[in-house]
C-alpha cells in the first residue's frame, strides 16, 4: 500500500471549516483513498473514501486531486466533538486487509 | 447492542495470569480483526479472520491466541504476559475483507 504524508498537529476554530490534507505522491490506480478518525481513549471510527471524485456524506467531503497525489478531508463546522486524530490511508479495496494508520493529524477544536 | 462490543474495557493482570478478550459485532460482517495500540506508535494489526478462518497473523507472539468460533464473536487469549505488553486492544469487523471497517472501544490493559 501507499504511504501517506500528513502533518502532525492542526488547530480550528470551533464553526469554521477544518481542512485536513494528505500527501500520497506514491498512490496506485486501484487504491482508494480512506480517513478515519481516533477520539482519545476510543476506537477509530470510518469516516469516508474515495477513488477519484470528490465524495461527500454527513460527516465531511473529500476533495482528491486530479493526478491522485494528494487529497483533503474537509469537516464544514468543526465542533469540539471533533477534536480526534484523524488518519489518512491509502489501500487498494477488496481483497486486501490491512489499514497502515500512520500517526496521523492530531485536530484540535478551539473553542 | 449495536456496533462492536468489547469486553472487559479495563484490564489488569500480572504476567503469570491468563485473560481472555472479548469482541462481538451486530453487524453481520465476514471478516473480524484485532488491532494492538502502544502509547505513540501506530495501530499495529495482529490478525485477521474471515468466515471464521484466520487469514492473517502478522507475527504476534504465542502468548497471544485468537479464537473465533463464529462470525460475530473473536477472542483474544492471553498468557504469561509481559509488561511492554500493556496497550488498548482494538477489535473490529467489515463486511467482507478489504471494505471500510468498524471498531469497537477498545479493551486497556495493564500488565504489571
Known amino acids: 500500500d501507499a504511504k501517506t504524508t500528513q502533518p502532525p498537529s492542526m488547530d480550528c476554530a470551533e464553526g469554521r471549516a477544518a481542512n485536513l490534507p494528505c500527501n500520497h505522491s506514491?498512490?496506485?490506480?486501484?487504491?482508494?483513498v480512506y480517513w478515519y478518525r481516533q477520539i482519545h481513549s476510543q476506537g477509530p471510527q470510518y469516516i469516508i473514501h474515495?477513488?477519484?471524485n470528490n465524495e461527500t456524506n454527513e460527516m465531511a467531503s473529500l476533495i482528491i486531486t486530479e493526478d491522485r497525489k494528494s487529497s483533503t478531508l474537509i469537516l464544514p463546522h468543526a465542533t469540539l466533538r471533533d477534536t480526534a486524530v484523524y488518519y489518512c490511508i491509502v489501500r487498494v479495496a477488496s481483497g486486501a486487509n490491512n489499514l497502515f494508520f500512520g500517526t496521523g493529524t492530531r485536530l484540535t477544536v478551539i473553542p | 447492542e449495536t456496533g462492536v462490543t468489547q469486553t472487559p474495557r479495563h484490564l489488569v493482570m500480572g504476567m503469570t495470569n491468563k485473560k481472555s478478550l472479548k469482541c462481538e459485532q451486530h453487524?453481520?460482517?465476514?471478516?473480524m480483526y484485532w488491532y494492538k495500540q502502544s502509547a505513540k506508535k501506530p495501530l499495529e494489526l495482529m490478525f485477521v479472520?474471515?468466515?471464521?478462518?484466520?487469514?492473517e497473523n502478522n507475527s504476534v507472539p504465542s502468548r497471544f491466541s485468537p479464537e473465533c468460533p463464529n462470525s460475530s464473536h473473536l477472542f483474544l487469549h492471553l498468557h504469561t504476559l509481559q509488561p511492554e505488553d500493556s496497550a488498548l486492544y482494538l477489535c473490529?469487523?467489515?463486511?467482507?475483507?478489504?471494505?471500510?471497517?468498524?471498531f469497537g472501544p477498545g479493551t486497556r490493559l495493564t500488565v504489571l
Open positions: 453487524l453481520g460482517h465476514n471478516a
Open positions: 479472520y474471515n468466515f471464521k478462518e484466520q487469514t
Open positions: 473490529a469487523s467489515s463486511q467482507d475483507l478489504g471494505l471500510e471497517q468498524f
Open positions: 506514491t498512490i496506485s490506480g486501484n487504491e482508494y
Open positions: 474515495g477513488l477519484k
